[in-house]
């Protein structure tokens, strides 16, 4: 089981809006910076949102971040079926002195 | 262009050991840590090992801690894991990736392929 926490899977129409959350501690999501990953089928993760909220050069804007307390939050805005993918959170935990991954997030585009 | 490239993968038998390399260039490699993350066939991320630009700090997960050695060697723009013991939960696909300032410091920004691990009798 994973010290952080995601739904397993989520789906919306192409278009739609969704929203995956990550949930933590205060070891980990609550005193260190969040980033999400997307990997598509077959090819490495890549990073599309870090330090929270911010997404590197060639990320659309139509990802997003927020941190709240211990959960984080990723949003998808105007879906596209290349976005099927599965999604994972990350940081760092201060307790246990380890990176750490949520489970993943399995986005369908229906 | 920015790019990592690991290598040293294979099929290995249970108890066994087995060197993992990667390869970077396009960056200055001694200005940043680098981690291992490997992902088993099917399952999630799982971050396993990470080094600080000057390996004066170092970690393990829990899984490995005891069984792996990660190290670089900042002239040759390389990094290394060495796998010891090799048990068959450890099979997976194992990837390099660029990391902060500090061991600390995430996000994960650049990945390679990944080099795939298989532990089998």
């Known amino acids: 089981q994973s010290v952080l926490t995601q739904p397993p899977s989520v789906s919306a129409a192409p278009g739609q809006k969704v929203t995956i959350s990550c949930s933590g501690s205060s070891s980990n999501i609550g005193n260190n910076y969040v980033s999400w990953y997307q990997q598509l089928p077959g090819t490495a993760p890549k990073l599309l949102i870090y330090?929270?909220?911010k997404r590197p050069s060639g990320i659309p804007d139509r990802f997003s971040g927020s941190k709240s307390g211990t959960s984080a939050t990723l949003g998808i805005t105007g879906l596209q079926t290349g976005d099927e993918a599965d999604y994972y959170c990350?940081?760092?935990?201060?307790?246990?002195?380890?990176?750490?991954f949520g489970g993943g997030t399995k986005l369908t585009v229906l | 262009e920015v790019q990592l490239v690991e290598s040293g993968g294979g099929l290995v038998q249970p108890g066994r050991s087995l060197r993992l390399s990667c390869a970077a260039s396009g960056f200055t490699f001694d200005d940043y840590a680098m981690h291992w993350v490997r992902q088993a066939p099917g399952k999630g991320l799982e971050w396993v090992s990470g080094?600080?630009?000057?390996?004066?700090?170092?970690g393990y997960a829990d899984s490995v801690k005891g069984r792996f050695t990660i190290s670089r060697d900042n002239a040759k723009n390389s990094l290394y894991l060495q796998m010891n013991s090799l048990r068959a939960e450890d099979t997976a696909l194992y990837y390099c990736a660029k990391g902060g300032l500090s061991i600390t410091g995430t996000p994960w920004r650049i990945w390679g392929q990944g080099t795939m691990v298989t532990v089998s009798s």
């Open positions: 080094i600080s630009w000057n390996s004066g700090s170092i």
């Open positions: 330090d929270n909220n």
């Open positions: 990350g940081t760092w935990d201060s307790s246990l002195s380890a990176g750490k």
